[in-house]
C-alpha cells in the first residue's frame, strides 16, 4: 500500500496566518493528491483535488501543491473557520489511502 | 443537491454482523463509484471500500479484505456495506462518500453525516 506522512501532526497558529501542511508518499503518485477538512462532529469537506485543483465553492486561500512523492497544502490568510483537522489522500492506486492528519489550532 | 444518508449503526457484539446503508439522492448514483471511509473515535480518516458504478469492481482495504462487502442496488440508489465477524476495532464512524473522477484523476466529492458502530459484548 502506498503510505502518506504529513507533517506537522499538529500546529498553533493566529487568525491570518499563512500556514503551510505537507504530505510525502511512499512512491510516486504523480498528481493524485487530494486534501481534506474536517471539522469536529461534521464529515470531511473536499478542498483541493488532483494536487493543486480548487474544488468548487472553496475560498481562494486554500492552495496546493506539487507532485510525485511531495505536496503541501497552504492557507494563505486563516481565518477563524480554518481551525481544524487536514488530511491528504491518494487515489493514484486502486487502494486508496489517507495520510494521518494535521490539526490546526488557534494559539 | 446531492444528499447521502448512512444508517444501520448500533452496537455489535464481537463476533457479530451489521449492514449498513446509505441512501443516495441528487444526483446520478447509477453512473457513480461510491465508497465507504472509516473513522475510529479520536483517529483519523481509514478508506475502507470502493464500489464501481456498475458494481463491476470492488476494492477493499488490506485490514477488512474478506470482512466486509461492498455492493449497491442501483434501483434503489443505495449503496451497502455488510459487516461480518465484527471486532473491537471495527468500531468507528462509517461514512459513505460519493466518487468523482474526470482527467483529473479521482476524489471524494460528497460524503455523508456518517453512521456509528460500536462494538462491544
Known amino acids: 500500500d502506498i503510505q502518506l506522512t504529513q507533517s506537522p501532526s499538529s500546529l498553533s497558529a493566529s487568525v491570518g496566518d499563512s500556514v503551510t501542511i505537507t504530505c510525502r508518499a511512499s512512491q510516486s503518485i504523480s498528481h493524485y493528491l487530494n486534501w481534506y477538512q474536517q471539522k469536529p462532529g461534521e464529515a470531511p469537506k473536499l478542498l483541493i483535488y488532483?494536487?493543486?485543483s480548487l474544488q468548487g465553492g472553496v475560498p481562494s486561500r486554500f492552495s496546493g501543491s506539487g507532485s510525485e512523492t511531495d505536496f503541501t497544502l497552504t492557507i494563505s490568510s486563516l481565518q477563524p473557520e480554518d481551525f481544524a483537522t487536514y488530511y491528504c489522500q491518494q487515489s493514484y492506486s486502486s487502494l486508496w489511502t489517507f495520510g494521518q492528519g494535521t490539526k490546526v489550532e488557534i494559539k | 443537491q446531492v444528499h447521502l444518508v448512512e444508517s444501520g449503526g448500533g452496537v455489535v457484539r464481537p463476533g457479530g454482523s451489521l449492514r449498513l446503508s446509505c441512501a443516495a439522492s441528487?444526483?446520478?448514483?447509477?453512473?457513480?463509484?461510491m465508497h465507504w471511509v472509516r473513522q475510529a473515535p479520536g483517529k483519523g480518516l481509514e478508506w475502507m471500500a470502493f464500489i464501481r458504478f456498475d458494481g463491476s469492481r470492488k476494492y477493499y482495504a488490506d485490514s477488512v479484505r474478506g470482512r466486509l462487502t461492498i455492493s449497491r442496488d442501483n434501483s434503489k440508489n443505495t449503496l451497502y456495506l455488510q459487516m461480518n465477524s465484527v471486532m473491537g476495532e471495527d468500531t468507528a464512524v462509517y461514512y459513505c462518500?460519493?466518487?468523482?473522477?474526470?482527467?483529473?484523476?479521482?476524489?471524494?466529492?460528497?460524503w455523508g453525516q456518517g453512521t456509528l458502530v460500536t462494538v462491544s459484548s
Open positions: 488532483s494536487a493543486s
Open positions: 441528487g444526483f446520478s448514483f447509477s453512473t457513480s463509484g
Open positions: 462518500a460519493k466518487d468523482e473522477n474526470d482527467i483529473s484523476g479521482y476524489r471524494l466529492d460528497y
